[in-house]
């Protein structure tokens, strides 16, 4: 009897035989991120009620195994639908997330009656409204990777996307005050039951436009007009786009009267248009335009009033909060008196008092983890928001495709800039604003976005570290060039 031989596997196969193994090998070690951030979580859990409670109740594992099984759903979806995706991701937004459950949770047993405390469940409170959103919002970004199997299918509706994201952005500064304004900025859309924050989706939407968009301008938008001072500038009719967007902004900050959002939106536009041309010129006018525009609110604020005057008041506390601290500059002063208490090391989990700080779960939340975990604490979690912006920006430079390119950078810049807004005017560097701290705040709108965001990022990032095999490999890496750079042919990322 004669036995054949099993051919060896030729070294492209052994390759692909090896990048599989190596991707279904980071989805262990995805799996033991998320148990650690857990125990984090848990460990968290247990220090508020040894502080609040003086004793560990025997339930306070209950929230983090609740969001420990709503990862780990995550998790398999991953598993099966993204298996090659980063594995840094979810574990690292899982921890902020459960960090921000645990100390709204927090929030709430320190509002309780001392009697009461440890009859607190977990679902109740603002604690347990924002661990509800964390299911719906993670269901929705379990959802939105077994709709979107191809990142660059979305590009078919970027002109779509990039119409609701203006309608959005713009229906909170047209509703009337009564259901669209807090603390001074028109950002909500107040339903009575429900309220929405539609700029969380609108940015979102917007750069998925942003992208398709320079991913076809990009071209025209790279050629140079003049060279000064080394840097060569754009021609002067291709201005276009960014002085729109810039109105757009200036629009934003008027009537929605909040610099965080106009900053928000300009700066992902101007750094996606960054990340497609290459051209350092680019953000020079984009920062010239936007601090020369709010500058000039600040100016007409002073003079003029009427919707530039909430600006005007911003600032004016900002340069001097301690001018009427029990007043006007209250909210400023009480966060930065809050950073002050905590020092270094901080009070402790539940060891604080946030419940002194207006808003301290929503705007002011870093203030409120600042007091009790000091800034080594703080110094973490921005280590956290740094690791899930360099994954994103990673997946950018892995990814094949332009479109891919830009979205991903674009999307991982614009949360960064949001954690920026936020500490920025926490810790007065900049005026306060009416963002929410991503993954921390409560609020069901920012976290069902900025899930959708990582959602996106795991698809891509998905696409970047997949294997080419077969007639695949040939397609993105032709006969004597590399794969497609930032500068290729654009239809090649608009069919998937």
């Not at 990009?218 to 007009?225: D, G, H, P, T």
């Not at 800034?375 to 740094?386: K, R, T």
């Not at 698809?459 to 060039?481: E, F, H, M, Q, Y």
């Amino acid at each position: 009897m004669t036995v054949a031989a099993t051919p060896a596997p030729s070294p492209a196969t052994a390759g692909e035989q090896s990048g599989v193994r190596l991707a279904r090998s980071r989805r262990n070690a995805e799996l033991s991120l998320l148990l650690l951030a857990m125990v984090l979580v848990a460990a968290y859990g247990a220090t508020v009620e040894a502080n609040l409670l003086d004793t560990v109740t025997p339930d306070f594992w209950m929230p983090a195994a609740a969001l420990g099984a709503v990862f780990l759903g995550l998790h398999l979806v991953i598993r099966f639908l993204a298996p090659f995706a980063d594995p840094a991701l979810l574990p690292a937004v899982a921890l902020l997330n459960g960090l921000g459950v645990g100390f709204l949770r927090r929030i709430d047993l320190g509002e309780a009656p001392v009697a009461d405390r440890e009859e607190l469940a977990i679902f109740a409170g603002i604690g347990g409204r924002q661990l509800a959103w964390t299911l719906g919002a993670v269901i929705l970004a379990a959802g939105l990777l077994a709709i979107m199997r191809d990142h660059r299918s979305i590009s078919r509706y970027a002109y779509t996307l990039g119409l609701a994201g203006i309608v959005l952005v713009m229906l909170p500064a047209v509703l009337p005050s009564s259901i669209s304004e807090r603390n001074g900025a028109k950002l909500w859309i107040d339903l009575g039951f429900v309220s929405i924050q539609p700029g969380e989706f609108a940015k979102l939407a917007l750069l998925v436009f942003f992208a398709y968009y320079l991913v076809r301008k990009r071209e025209v938008l790279s050629l140079a007009s003049r060279r000064f001072l080394g840097i060569d500038f754009p021609r002067g009719r291709d201005l276009g786009p960014v002085i729109g967007v810039w109105l757009v902004s200036l629009l934003v900050l008027v009537f929605e009267k909040d610099l965080g959002t106009s900053l928000l939106y300009f700066g992902m536009f101007v750094v996606t248009l960054y990340i497609a041309t290459e051209r350092v010129s680019w953000l020079l006018i984009g920062l010239v335009l936007f601090f020369g525009g709010a500058y000039l609110a600040y100016v007409l604020g002073s003079t003029v009033g009427g919707p530039f005057a909430n600006f005007y008041l911003r600032a004016e506390i900002w340069l001097d909060p301690f001018a009427d601290p029990t007043n006007k500059g209250y909210q400023l002063v009480q966060g930065l008196l809050a950073l002050g208490t905590g020092g270094l090391f901080g009070a402790g989990p539940g060891g604080g008092q946030p419940d002194i700080l207006p808003e301290v779960q929503n705007d002011f939340i870093f203030a409120g983890i600042g007091e009790e975990l000091g800034l080594f604490g703080l110094s973490a979690l921005l280590v956290v928001y740094l690791l899930i912006v360099e994954r994103g920006l990673r997946a950018a430079l892995a990814v094949r495709d332009s479109f891919g390119k830009l979205l991903a950078g674009g999307l991982a810049f614009t949360l960064g800039l949001q954690v920026f807004v936020i500490v920025g005017g926490i810790s007065k560097l900049i005026p306060l604003t009416g963002q929410t701290t991503p993954f921390l705040s409560a609020g069901g709108s920012s976290l069902m976005a900025n899930w959708l965001l990582i959602g996106v990022l795991l698809r891509v990032s998905d696409g970047a570290r997949r294997p080419l095999t077969g007639g695949a490999a040939k397609a993105a890496r032709p006969a004597g060039g590399p794969p497609e750079q930032i500068h290729g042919a654009p239809t090649e990322v608009i069919k998937p």
